[in-house]
């Protein structure tokens, strides 16, 4: 009896370690498919930003966090203090899929400028997201508001354009007015190269579209500070921008070159608009 009651007991514990050997351990993180906002959108002072999201697990999600703050270059050395629109907040997600959608105030008051937007997840099991594997995801969008400075793209009669018309190997000329209608401005930063990949192509843009760094044929960043009102031509003046054939033979399908103008207020307002270099 006593040898019956032992094997019965031996039994049962190796149908338990049998068991517990067959329960699965949560070690994957998340995912994160995020739909808005997209890389380079711009949002207005005083509205609102839509976010949508889908996240995924294969077991449990817990939370996920949302963190905007700015990206400014800090260039007006501490003479004002500038008011950035910072956000930091946390979720709970629920289930092994869930589809979030929140709008996110902007305060009125918020200084213009490129921002960066973070998510962030973890699982119920303690998985969380990262930058090394690219699951967690940070992108850069644009605050406007009315007193940033404005960019005028015109042609040599001072007619707006919508577009520049280039040849390869002639040097470009480019004309318009950066202004400040409220204010002064402080600097002026031009480029030209091809947009980041996954911002829009638009032609004639004011929102928040970048170069890549490595890929500027021409950058040049002028101090204006206390000037309401320059001209490009002005600006580029001295200047000799040529594109190459080998400069466009570099873009990928579909890509444009831009001229980028990036112009920054005594207030630290930043703006940044973009139109196409078009060549036949």
């Known amino acids: 009896m006593k040898r019956l009651i032992l094997g019965l007991g031996l039994l049962s514990m190796f149908f338990l370690m049998a068991c517990e050997d067959d329960e699965v351990v949560d070690v994957t993180a998340p995912t994160i498919e995020m739909e808005e906002p997209e890389y380079g959108e711009s949002f207005v002072a005083g509205g609102d930003i839509h976010f949508d999201a889908l996240f995924e697990d294969d077991v449990e999600l817990a939370t996920f966090n949302l963190t905007i703050h700015d990206n400014f270059d800090g260039h007006n ?3 004002v203090a500038v008011t950035a629109f910072d956000f930091d907040q946390s979720y709970e997600l629920t289930g092994k899929s ?25 699982d119920a099991a303690g998985n969380s997201t990262t930058f090394a594997d690219g699951s967690s995801k940070e992108i850069e969008i644009w605050i406007t508001n009315d007193e940033m400075p404005h960019v005028h793209f015109e042609d040599a009669n001072e007619t707006g354009v919508d577009e520049y018309e280039g040849e390869v190997g002639v040097a470009l000329m480019f004309y318009g007015e950066v202004e400040d209608e409220v204010g002064a401005l402080d600097h002026v930063m031009i480029m030209v190269g091809h947009l980041e990949e996954g911002a829009e192509h638009d032609d004639h ?21 206390g000037e309401t009102s320059v001209l490009l031509q002005d600006l580029l003046e001295g200047e000799s921008i040529v594109v190459a054939q080998s ?18 207020d005594e207030d630290g307002n930043i703006s940044r608009h973009a139109i196409e270099i078009h060549f036949d």
């Open 205 to 225: 843009d004011h929102g928040g579209r970048t170069l890549q760094d490595d890929d500027h044929i021409f950058e040049k960043e002028i101090e204006v500070e």
């Open 98 to 122: 869930d589809d979030v959608h929140e709008d996110i105030e902007i305060p009125a008051n918020a200084t213009a400028g490129p921002y960066h937007l973070i998510v962030e997840a973890i």
């Open 247 to 264: 400069d466009l033979d570099e873009l990928e399908e579909g890509e444009h070159l831009y001229l980028i103008v990036q112009a920054e």
């Open 77 to 79: 050395h501490g003479r």
